[in-house]
């Protein structure tokens, strides 16, 4: 079974390092399976029949049966079965390392189907559903797909969620980064919540992608 997989590769000192970069997870649902290690095992299983029914028993009950399905998913080939797999498992993500790092290769090959589903990823009443719709537009629509429409789209995301915050600052600080002209009047305009704004252009400040002049145009609007 892939979860006595897990418990083989368990390390309870990284288990204690790991408590501490996610504390919303409970500490006795962590095994300390290195990363590495559970991508090895995702790239060992994927296409199984053993993954197939490990992706489709859910909730899971460690952290790490969390990342491995993150993982596994994110190997998937077809981008209609990737989709679906991911609809179904992100109203089981409790956690912002599983959520970022859910991330489907095959994403990139169809964004017309990928665009669609944003919408109902940023209205969800899941902080994790929300965050993760938000890091598909910053991975995938900040570069020759980028349309200012999609900027509002994050902006116009309300929530007290720190996780769901904090992606959306740093969706704005990479956006400066990448689409100054477009995305510089979302500061200007105070477009953000004041937490968010000023959030998204320390990271702003803090990029290498972003010139000392413009850095200091954005240190001005701080609130």
């Known amino acids: 079974m892939i979860t ?8 309870g ?3 204690d390092f790991t408590a501490k970069l996610i504390p919303n997870v409970p500490k006795e649902s ?45 190997l998937m080939k077809d981008f209609d079965a ?23 290769k095959v994403f990139r090959k169809n964004k017309d189907k990928l665009i669609a589903a944003v919408d109902g990823w940023l209205s969800s009443d899941k902080t994790y559903t929300v965050r993760f ?20 789209k994050v902006a116009a995301v309300k929530s007290e969620e720190y996780y769901v915050k904090m992606m959306q600052a740093w969706y704005f600080a990479t956006a400066l980064a990448k689409q100054y002209e477009s995305v510089l009047p979302f500061i200007k305009e105070r477009r953000l919540e004041p937490w968010t704004h000023n959030k998204a252009i320390q990271k702003a400040v803090e990029s290498r992608r972003i010139t000392e002049e413009r850095k200091e145009y954005l240190k001005s609007m701080k609130v």
Do not use: M
Not at 4 to 11: A, I, P, V
Not at 85 to 103: G, K, M, R
């Open 30 to 74: 962590i095994l300390g399976v290195r990363t590495p290690a559970l991508r090895e095992l995702a790239k060992e299983v994927s296409g199984t029949p053993e993954a197939a029914a490990f992706i489709k028993n859910l909730p899971h009950r460690y952290f790490e049966e969390n990342q491995l399905h993150g993982f596994i998913i994110s």
């Open 4 to 11: 006595e997989r897990l418990f083989e590769l368990r390390d």
């Open 82 to 104: 990737c989709l679906k797999a991911t609809e179904a498992f992100l109203p089981y993500v409790d956690n912002w390392a599983t959520c970022d790092q859910t991330s489907p």
């Open 13 to 15: 000192k990284y288990a």
């Open 133 to 152: 719709g938000i890091g598909v537009l910053l991975e995938h629509f900040l570069d020759e797909d980028f349309k200012s429409e999609y900027a509002e």
